[in-house]
């Protein structure tokens, strides 16, 4: 039982590049997220889904783009990476949304992603 | 706009030392608090308030809320080495928002 895995765990881009994050969850969760963390800024939402096929927006969405095309899987992509993009991203996932009983987050070990 | 606001910063003790991290908020239709702890890489789940003045423990970490007030404390006893982490604050609203609202995290240091 691996939990919540990402992949990379570290990238170095140059603008204008793009790439994708992979998140995998194997605890059958329905709802996965994807934060990114900034020093004195806290974890903030770019996108979530609610389950396979669903994808929403976040505190801050602009410049990413999300896909559950697999239950287990949460891809997060960058089509056009900034400097302000730098970042460290955390995927998590639960198994009911923030509202249900079961609200508790699992979050990855993260990707420290820089771009150049 | 909604806010979580984290106090201190950050904090250097002694083993065996007891610490105090306050959490104030914010936030319209508040429902519950959350606490994680952040070590080198992902946050883990400590603690996740909803009723006010009921106490959660978990061996040497405790953790209250205070609705009135609008804040929350997490209590560390015996401080040891492995505490040493950013502690992690965040509210959910009412509502079915999917949107956690993170404090900035108090840094812990706890020296040998």
């Known amino acids: 039982n691996a939990g919540v895995t990402q992949t990379p765990k570290f990238r170095v881009l140059k603008t204008g590049q793009s790439m994708t994050l992979l998140c995998a969850q194997d605890m059958n969760h329905e709802y996965m997220y994807w934060y990114r963390q900034d020093p004195g800024m806290g974890l903030r939402l770019i996108h979530y889904s609610v389950g396979e096929g669903t994808t929403a927006k976040g505190e801050v969405p602009d410049g990413y783009n999300v896909s559950r095309l697999k239950k287990q899987n949460f891809l997060l992509g960058l089509e056009s990476a900034a400097p302000s993009q730098t970042s460290v991203y955390f995927c998590?996932?639960?198994?009911?949304?923030?509202?249900?009983?079961?609200?508790?987050?699992?979050f990855g070990p993260g990707t420290r992603l820089t771009v150049l | 706009e909604d806010k979580v606001v984290q106090s201190p910063l950050s904090l250097v003790v002694h083993e065996g030392d007891t610490v105090t991290l306050n959490c104030s908020y914010e936030?319209?239709?508040?429902?519950?608090l959350l606490w994680y702890k952040q070590e080198k890489k992902a946050p883990t789940f400590l603690f996740m308030l909803?009723?006010?003045?009921i106490e959660k423990k978990s061996g040497r970490l405790s953790s209250i809320l205070d609705k009135k007030e609008l804040f929350s404390i997490l209590n560390i006893t015996a401080t040891q080495t492995g505490d040493s982490a950013v502690y992690l604050c965040a509210v959910i609203r009412q509502g079915g928002s999917e949107k956690l609202v993170f404090g900035k995290g108090t840094k812990l240091t706890v020296n040998p």
């Open positions: 998590a996932s639960s198994y009911s949304g923030l509202a249900g009983l079961y609200n508790e987050q699992f």
């Open positions: 909803t009723s006010s003045g």
């Open positions: 936030v319209t239709n508040f429902r519950s």
